[in-house]
């Protein structure tokens, strides 16, 4: 069996180290920030440190898979990372930060059994992935894809004038959801478009909002 001052220094790293992924998640503005990841990490070394500490109880006793205990813990992070994710009509949010958690749960249950060295890699690498790798994604040709939810008067003719915008300036409409109210005359239409080469910017918006009747546009 380990020592208390063993357990001590792997309750201590598993702090540490949820800290700094955690902090990463919080100034981004996540919804799991950095008490959530620093929660994560240390339950997760300590179910790794309990499960040990059964398996050395009961040994002589009865049969003991040290192994079942790990097994749950992903099964329950996945729950907690399920809950990070966020669905709108035409998009989702929050799967890298339910991907943090994953891995911060790995590298408590790393910490929890001794695996020091895996855990401080991949702390590394995991803050390199959070803090720089996005960076590089400017340098790949990629699709933008954007919410547009417009509205103001019904004339009829708008809907038309904006697919007629938006392909103009390399943009290809996935989906559109139009809403009428012909008593107000009003009109609320919401758009998922993607543009290959150009985003959707101020210009756009504005020669957008050139259009009669318009009064109103946000994109997400």
Known sequence: MFSMDEVLFRIILSFLLGILIGWERETHGRVAGLRTHVLVCMGANLFMIVSQYMFFLYQNIAV???????????????????????????SVRGLTTAASLWVVAGIGMAIGCGCYFAAFVTEILVLFTLLLLWRLEHFFQRDW????????????????????????????????????DKKAKRIDIKINVKFRKVKFNKDLVDEIMEIEGLEKIRWE
Do not use: W
């Open 145 to 180: 894809y954007k919410v547009i939810d417009i509205s103001g008067e019904s004339n009829g003719n708008q809907l038309e004038k904006i697919k007629q915008i938006l392909e103009e300036s390399g943009g290809k409409i996935q989906n559109c959801i139009i809403e009428k």
């Open 64 to 90: 003991v898979d040290p192994t079942r205990i790990a097994a749950q813990i992903i099964t329950g992070i996945g729950f907690i990372g399920a809950g990070t994710i966020m669905q709108a009509k035409f």
